[in-house]
T-cell receptor, first 113, second 114 residues
Framework: AQSVTQLGSHVSVSEGALVLLRCNYS??????LFWYVQYPNQGLQLLLK??????LVKGINGFEAEFKKSETSFHLTKPSAHMSDAAEYFC???????????FGTGTSLTVIP | EAGVVQSPRYKIIEKKQPVAFWCNPI?????LYWYLQNLGQGPELLIR????????DSQLPKDRFSAERLKGVDSTLKIQPAELGDSAVYLC????????????FGPGTRLTVL
């Protein structure tokens, strides 16, 4: 069985500061990991995904995440926050067949001008 | 390319009434998902279709929820009768195939049960 834990339901950063959103996973099989973003009143949009290739994954809008097996983590980072990054971010885990797809509880990112 | 379309966007009903949600996936996408998203929570899978076959409905409360995907395209999710606890956002997503193909989400239907 797979699951993900997102540490910190709310994160605030100043505009231009580093964004770090934490995600730890639990999986009995090699996991595939995803980060999605949700803007108010919209559906989720894929930021990036890890599928057992390169451990450092680059996504859209300047975001990237690093898969660390030893730490069972897949933290999302962005070097410099922009006001438009304010949204809800979800980490998700799946097996390779997509038979089990689980989302975390989400982290709300606030960007302070 | 048109995205996933859902309707209605908002629905307010009284408890014990029936309600239905409609989803039109991206053209050519074989896999369709229905998720339930409670306030402050991540989406939870209700049912997954591969073409017109429901291949994972283990989390669907079958006493009151039903779903169909006729001809492997559009899908409808129904609740009858609705309960207060069903108030949530119902998300539809589609992907080209199952597995790790990117899921594309619709904007969701926000249901309020009074």
């Amino acid at each position: 069985a797979q699951s993900v834990t997102q540490l910190g339901s709310h994160v605030s950063v100043s505009e231009g500061a580093l964004v770090l959103l934490r995600c730890n996973y639990s999986s009995s099989v090699p996991p595939y990991l995803f980060w999605y973003v949700q803007y108010p009143n919209q559906g989720l949009q894929l930021l990036l995904k890890y599928t057992s290739a390169a451990t450092l994954v680059k996504g859209i809008n300047g975001f990237e995440a690093e898969f660390k097996k030893s730490e069972t983590s897949f933290h999302l980072t962005k070097p410099s926050a922009h006001m438009s990054d304010a949204a809800e971010y979800f980490c998700a885990v799946s097996d390779s067949f997509g038979n089990q797809f689980y989302f975390g509880t989400g982290t709300s990112l606030t960007v302070i001008p | 390319e048109a995205g996933v379309v859902q309707s209605p966007r908002y629905k307010i009903i009284e408890k014990k009434q029936p309600v239905a949600f409609w989803c039109n996936p991206i053209s050519g996408h074989n896999t369709l998902y229905w998720y339930l998203q409670n306030l402050g929570q991540g989406p939870e899978l209700l049912i997954r279709y591969e073409n017109e076959e429901a291949v994972d409905d283990s989390q669907l409360p079958k006493d009151r929820f039903s779903a169909e995907r006729l001809k492997g395209v559009d899908s409808t999710l129904k609740i009858q009768p609705a309960e207060l606890g069903d108030s949530a956002v119902y998300l539809c997503a589609s992907s080209l195939h199952r597995g790790i193909d990117t899921q594309y989400f619709g904007p969701g239907t926000r249901l309020t049960v009074l």
